[in-house]
Antibody, heavy 123, light 107 residues
Framework: EVQLLESGGGLVQPGGSLRLSCAASGFTFSSYAMSWVRQAPGKGLEWVSNIGGSGDSTYYADSVKGRFTISRDNSKNTLYLQMNSLRAEDTAVYYC????????????????WGQGTLVTVSS | DIQMTQSPSSLSASVGDRVTITCRASQGIYNYLAWYQQKPGKVPKLLIYAASSLQSGVPSRFSGSGSGTDFTLTISSLQAEDVATYYCQNYNRPSGTFGPGTKVDIK
């Protein structure tokens, strides 16, 4: 059974940094692209970033480009999101999500999602 | 960047009704289109991928169609458990943009 468990969320001041982690199990982690998707309170889904299986292909939404960095450690089956220069509008639940197809480096579709970790940016 | 729009933004229908939700991409995305269902307080669930392929375990009353810029999600006979917000997603690289969502409830 696929399991994705996010951690690292919390309250941070504007301009601060946070690193999210997503521990994966139940599948061959290195063979699947992974993404971060966020959802602001009461709002819709927003794709944030995607990374290929080896970690060498990464893509970002314009809203986070230059501030967020996605990475993965396939030896630890863990996905990361380093978030710098955080803004109030980054407040959201952050989900990690697994791409459906084996060895397909696309930003979707997502067949498995974690439960999410809440990031609150406020002074 | 490709923008995704959905219509309507919300709808109310009776149990047993046929429900149709439309998604439009600002430029052609071939069939790189997925549909998700999100119930209140729950994580999103994949319903349809590649515009018309039904994800394993999803009831057959859900179907998808379209290609290029115009796509449709159809619920052939609305059930009470289908109350949710439905999102389309473009996954044609480089971005994975979601539509704004369509909220479905029971009349």
């Amino acid at each position: 059974e696929v399991q994705l468990l996010e951690s690292g969320g919390g309250l941070v001041q504007p301009g601060g940094s946070l690193r999210l982690s997503c521990a994966a199990s139940g599948f061959t982690f290195s063979s699947y692209a992974m993404s971060w998707v966020r959802q602001a309170p009461g709002k819709g889904l927003e794709w944030v970033s995607n990374i290929g299986g080896s970690g060498d292909s990464t893509y970002y939404a314009d809203s986070v480009k230059g501030r967020f960095t996605i990475s993965r450690d396939n030896s630890k089956n863990t996905l990361y999101l380093q978030m710098n220069s955080l803004r109030a509008e980054d407040t959201a639940v952050y989900y990690c999500a697994k791409v459906l197809r084996f060895l397909e480096w696309l930003p979707g579709p997502f067949d498995s999602w974690g439960q999410g970790t809440l990031v609150t940016v406020s002074s | 960047d490709i923008q995704m729009t959905q219509s309507p933004s919300s709808l109310s229908a009776s149990v047993g009704d046929r429900v149709t939700i439309t998604c439009r991409a600002s430029q052609g995305i071939y069939n790189y289109l997925a549909w998700y269902q999100q119930k209140p307080g729950k994580v999103p669930k994949l319903l349809i991928y590649a515009a018309s392929s039904l994800q394993s375990g999803v009831p057959s009353r859900f179907s998808g169609s379209g290609s290029g810029t115009d796509f449709t999600l159809t619920i052939s006979s609305l059930q009470a458990e289908d109350v949710a917000t439905y999102y389309c997603q473009n996954y044609n690289r480089p971005s994975g943009t979601f539509g704004p969502g369509t909220k479905v409830d029971i009349k």
